[in-house]
């Protein structure tokens, strides 16, 4: 059966909380084979392998691929964004919150994300690729929220702060580069360098 076909059985439901945590755990396990591999080269029956159910109980929880693509990576994107937001508070001086965000994102190499979205956007509705956008929109007005403050507190010279959050943004892809892939570099290592760069080109003049 096609992973994009949903099935028709619907025997052995599991029921209550086991089945939240059924669900939570494939979600999960999704994300993470997402990120690592692309939509493509991952199929529903090694998400359910992963996780010691059958392809059934994916089917149970989701109706097809690209429903379980849209669910996992909205639900990695809203965990991302509230521990961003936690960081955020928890932090007052602007090269912490940066060097913070940047270290958990470069701790993991994943798929570039526009590509992973154009490679999935083939199979998803319009809807669901709206909810995705808008949430990953969410991350981005979140970071341009902490450049527009270190704006307004002379911290950096004015500028578009969105253009900013996007450009951050992109400098994570940095966890791709061959320096970090083979532990030239660590996490902190790189999240320092970037950080330092990126504010160096943002002081007041």
Same mark, same amino acid.
């Given at each position: 059966?096609? @992973?994009?076909?949903?099935?028709?059985?619907?025997? &052995?439901?599991?029921? &209550?909380?086991?089945?939240?945590?059924?669900?939570? $755990?494939? =979600?999960?396990?999704?994300?993470?084979?997402?990120?690592?591999? &692309?939509? @493509?080269?991952?199929?529903?029956?090694?998400?359910?392998?992963?996780? +010691?159910?059958?392809?059934?109980?994916?089917? #149970? #929880?989701?109706?097809?691929?690209?429903?379980?693509?849209?669910?996992?990576? =909205?639900?990695?994107?809203?965990?991302? /964004?509230?521990?961003?937001?936690?960081?955020?508070?928890?932090?007052? @001086?602007?090269?912490?919150?940066?060097?913070?965000?940047?270290?958990?994102?470069?701790?993991?190499?994943?798929?570039?994300?526009?590509?992973?979205?154009?490679?999935?956007?083939?199979?998803?509705?319009?809807?669901?690729?709206?909810?995705?956008?808008?949430?990953? $929109? $969410?991350?981005?007005? =979140? =970071?341009?929220?902490?450049?527009?403050?270190?704006?307004?507190? +002379?911290?950096?010279?004015? &500028?578009?702060?969105?253009?900013?959050? #996007?450009?951050?943004?992109?400098?994570? /892809?940095?966890?791709?580069?061959?320096?970090?892939?083979?532990?030239?570099?660590?996490?902190?290592?790189?999240?320092?360098?970037?950080? $330092?760069?990126?504010?160096? +080109?943002?002081?007041?003049?």
């Amino acid at each position: 059966m096609e @992973d994009n076909q949903p099935i028709k059985s619907r025997t &052995g439901r599991p029921r &209550g909380k086991r089945s939240d945590a059924t669900r939570n $755990q494939i =979600l999960m396990t999704a994300a993470r084979k997402f990120m690592e591999l &692309g939509y @493509d080269k991952v199929s529903l029956q090694e998400v359910a392998t992963l996780c +010691g159910v059958t392809k059934a109980t994916v089917y #149970h #929880h989701f109706k097809d691929k690209g429903t379980l693509f849209t669910e996992s990576i =909205l639900r990695m994107l809203r965990t991302a /964004l509230a521990r961003s937001e936690e960081l955020i508070l928890s932090e007052p @001086d602007l090269s912490q919150k940066l060097q913070k965000l940047a270290e958990g994102l470069l701790r993991h190499s994943h798929v570039e994300f526009e590509t992973l979205m154009r490679k999935a956007s083939a199979v998803l509705s319009h809807d669901q690729i709206t909810q995705i956008r808008q949430q990953e $929109q $969410q991350l981005h007005i =979140l =970071l341009a929220g902490v450049f527009q403050t270190a704006m307004n507190e +002379g911290l950096i010279r004015s &500028g578009n702060a969105m253009f900013l959050a #996007h450009a951050f943004s992109m400098l994570m /892809l940095m966890r791709n580069q061959p320096e970090l892939q083979e532990g030239m570099l660590t996490p902190s290592e790189a999240a320092t360098e970037i950080v $330092q760069l990126f504010l160096m +080109g943002l002081a007041p003049r």
